[in-house]
């Protein structure tokens, strides 16, 4: 779970923006935990957007305004139903913690064909479905997808997630490459896999 703190607090039109001391990875549409800032802010909330400029409120159609003349980063804009707050300094936190469940350790099992796992192979298995799972997301989130944390997106980015997972297992107790002073060098470091890389549709970013 990541955590980060709050510098500054505001509400208009009931929606609350926080803004953060430092960069983050927090996803629109993912929850978050708000503590420490004061009874209107505190709560769990679904993030909405992350906007780079002041908040003004919202238009006649819903739409939020921004004034593009000054800039603030680091922001997160949740839904709240309150009254108004000027900007503030504050203090407080934000916890993240997103959880992806896509796949699980029976499939992971069933891509390996290994039916009559051992209660150890299971709990290994286990542990590379959840590696899996933070490590295909966060991906496709750095690529620019805005994707569900319980239900993957699509069949290409499952099959995707579960052979990861396989290949996680598949090196169980190997290493990349040790230390060496041979005048054969060391071997070389492979990265992910191409077609583990289209299955996830992260072979180039979403978004420019």
Known sequence: ???????????????????????????????????????????????????????????????????YQIPIENQVLFAKTASD????????????????????????????????????????????????NAFCYRRRQEAGYVDSLTTSPSGDVTLGTIQYGGALYRQRGSIDVFASFSEMGTAPTTGLSPIIKQLLGISRPQVA
């Open 1 to 67: 779970m990541a955590t980060y703190t709050v510098t500054n607090k505001y509400l208009v039109d009931n929606y609350a923006v926080l803004q953060l001391l430092t960069p983050n990875e927090i996803a629109v549409g993912q929850s978050i935990t708000v503590a420490g800032v004061d009874a209107t802010f505190n709560g769990t909330y679904s993030v909405y957007a992350l906007p780079q400029y002041l908040f003004m409120g919202v238009d006649t159609e819903g739409d939020l305004i921004f004034d």
């Open 85 to 132: 707050v000027i900007r503030v300094a504050s203090s407080g936190t934000i916890a993240y913690n997103p959880v992806c469940t896509w796949i699980t350790a029976g499939n992971i099992e069933d891509w390996l064909g290994i039916g009559t796992a051992t209660a150890a192979d299971t709990t290994f298995l286990t542990q590379c479905a959840s590696a899996a």
